[in-house]
């Protein structure tokens, strides 16, 4: 994936993410519980404490985070972080470009989980096209709301549920598939694809590609957005953009 400055390894994405702190109506703070339906997702935990709640096919897990732990989990695991004292991670995201894309599925009752409902249901915009804390909140509870009853579901043995939220997702995000397929092609099967040319020369002893080498550095991005769990300070738009500095 071409851009002003090198893709980070392997083509992932980093956010810095600080959960939000907001309560919810079942007495928690965090963010919105969603599911990735193409990438993985990895929680570096850097500082305070808190948990993350899962669902998928195995059933429902709730994993204690605190600073040190990795916590990694595959697509279709809805995650809910739950933010118990100032939580503070590093986000690392397969396939860089595809969470921005579109790439996660909030867990909203069924009647907003259609192509036509859930884009604007999803919206963190407000009216004059501005960053809104009362839409993040409100879709976040919306999301709390449905994940609530899909945990429900599934302790009363209901299994039919979470399937139905994995096809209403998956329907969803029909229309950006073949987006998503060039986006994956240029970032990381480019890279593995470099990996593998790079040994394929190194077997035939040609060193070449070593004189090619460059550090780059990105500092702490200045713009804050309001992510599905969080406050987040995306460093792949910056990197995208410019904004870092390449030393000799």
């Not at 690392?92 to 069924?110: C, H, I, R, Y």
Request: aromatic share 6%; charged share 25%; net charge negative.
């Amino acid at each position: 994936m071409t851009g002003p400055h090198p893709d980070f390894p392997g083509s992932v994405g980093l956010s810095r993410l600080s959960v939000y702190p907001w309560p919810t109506e079942d007495d928690e703070h965090g963010g919105s519980p969603h599911m990735h339906l193409t990438c993985a997702e990895c929680y570096v935990v850097i500082g305070g404490q808190g948990r993350l709640e899962t669902l998928n096919h195995t059933g429902q897990r709730t994993t204690p985070l605190r600073p040190g732990d990795v916590v990694w989990f595959s697509p279709g695991t809805v995650h809910r972080a739950i933010n118990d004292g100032d939580l503070q991670v590093v986000v690392v995201m397969q396939n860089s470009g595809l969470p921005e894309a579109g790439d996660a599925v909030m867990t909203f009752p069924p009647e907003y989980l259609t192509p036509e409902r859930y884009p604007g249901t999803a919206a963190v915009l407000d009216d004059q096209g501005r960053p809104s804390q009362k839409r993040a909140r409100a879709r976040r509870d919306l999301a709390v709301e449905g994940f609530t009853e899909l945990t429900r579901q599934w302790r009363r043995g209901n299994r039919t549920a979470f399937e139905d939220f994995c096809r209403a997702a998956a329907e969803i995000v029909r229309p950006r598939l073949a987006a998503w397929e060039e986006t994956v092609h240029e970032g990381a099967l480019a890279a593995a694809q470099t990996a593998l040319r790079h040994i394929s020369a190194l077997e035939g002893g040609d060193w070449s590609h070593l004189l090619d080498a460059e550090v780059t550095r990105i500092a702490r991005p200045p713009e804050q957005s309001l992510g599905m769990c969080g406050f987040l300070r995306a460093y792949d738009p910056v990197r995208r953009a410019g904004g870092s500095t390449t030393e000799p």
